[in-house]
């Protein structure tokens, strides 16, 4: 059974850094691409970051380039999204997910109707 599990949460100021980690359980990802969403209370899921699974390629959001940085550790099964000058507009569940169909070396897609698996989230939420 396939489970992701978000961890690195929590409050922190306006300008502080967090370093969320999702942990894949249950299968190997090392061939596919992954990628961070989030959802702010009374909003739609939206798209964060996405890496493709030989890192080589990386997707941002507007709102989050220069701020946010994911990458991965095959070896570990892990992804990852540092997060610095942090604002309050940041304030969501941020969930990692997993596009598990497609393997293309170069593929890191913005849509969470290409991911299949998902974490249960992680809750950011950052103070002004």
């Known amino acids: 059974q396939v489970q992701l599990e978000e961890s690195g949460g929590g409050l922190v100021q306006t300008g502080g850094s967090l370093r969320l980690s999702c942990a894949a359980l249950?299968?190997?990802?090392?061939?596919?691409?992954m990628g961070w969403f989030r959802q702010a209370p009374g909003k739609e899921r939206e798209f964060v970051a996405a890496?493709?699974?030989?890192?080589?390629?990386?997707n941002y959001a507007d709102s989050v380039k220069g701020r946010f940085t994911i990458s991965r550790d095959n070896a570990k099964n892990m992804v990852y999204l540092q997060m610095n000058s942090l604002k309050p507009e940041d304030t969501a569940v941020y969930y990692c997910a997993v596009d598990a169909a497609t393997s293309t070396s170069w593929s890191a897609p913005n849509i969470a109707g290409k991911y299949d698996y998902w974490g249960q989230g992680t809750q950011v939420t950052v103070s002004s």
């Open positions: 890496i493709s699974w030989s890192s080589s390629f990386t």
């Open positions: 249950g299968r190997t990802f090392s061939r596919s691409a």
